[in-house]
T-cell receptor, first 117, second 114 residues
């Protein structure tokens, strides 16, 4: 079974600064997808960024980028120029690309990000 | 396009009762999956339905069940409620046809069991 670990329960950052959230995972599969989701107080999970394991290039979405290290099974999220609206719980998630378990997400426990003005 | 709609938003039940939660996916989406979110266990996968068939199932007792209707709307039922069933229940929808697609989540149903 796959596991996802987020070792930082809470993080804080000053507005306009950069912060990196850590995520490690364990899997025996070679083909999979990794995601970062954001959950604001509204409770709705919002996809921030996703990475296909077969792609060596790190994904980027505007101010959000990842550092994907497949051999180390590490998938960190970097938020640049942090904004007050970035404050939320962030979840790292794994999805297999194989067989019938394609549509199941395995989540980490989350990192609560606070953005200070 | 309307998003994923979950009803009700909040629910209070007592131990031993049963409850039904509803999820209406985005129009055209045929896959609906359910997750339980608690402070202690985090987000855990319950099950996924695609075209009225359960395609994936998590490690939850048989008290947790679900179904999907021909219009892709899904319901989740929990029988004989226990205190530990208090949680935020999230559903997510997608087309269910590609492996790397995005899941769209609803805002959840907060269930409190007294």
């Amino acid at each position: 079974a796959q596991t996802v670990t987020q070792s930082q329960p809470e993080m804080s950052v000053q507005e306009a600064e950069t912060v990196t959230l850590s995520c490690t995972y364990d899997t025996s599969e070679s083909d999979y997808y990794l995601f970062w989701y954001k959950q604001p107080p509204s409770r709705q999970m919002i996809l921030v960024i996703r990475q296909e394991a077969y792609k060596q290039q790190n994904a980027t979405e505007n101010r959000f980028s990842v550092n994907f290290q497949k051999a180390a099974k590490s998938f960190s999220l970097k938020i640049s120029d942090s904004q007050l609206g970035d404050a939320a719980m962030y979840f790292c998630a794994y999805r297999s690309a194989m067989g019938g378990s394609n549509y199941k997400l395995t989540f980490g426990k989350g990192t609560l990000l606070t953005v200070n003005p | 396009k309307a998003g994923v709609t979950q009803t009700p938003r909040y629910l209070i039940k007592t131990r031993g009762q049963q409850v039904t939660l509803s999820c209406s996916p985005i129009s055209g989406h045929r896959s609906v999956s359910w997750y339980q979110q608690t402070p202690g266990q985090g987000l855990q996968f319950l099950f996924e339905y695609f075209s009225e068939t359960q395609r994936n199932k998590g490690n939850f007792p048989g008290r947790f069940s679900g179904r999907q209707f021909s219009n892709s709307r899904s319901e989740m039922n929990v029988s004989t409620l226990e205190l530990g069933d208090s949680a935020l229940y999230l559903c997510a929808s997608s087309t269910g046809t590609t492996t790397n697609e995005k899941l769209f989540f609803g805002s959840g149903t907060q269930l409190s069991v007294l």
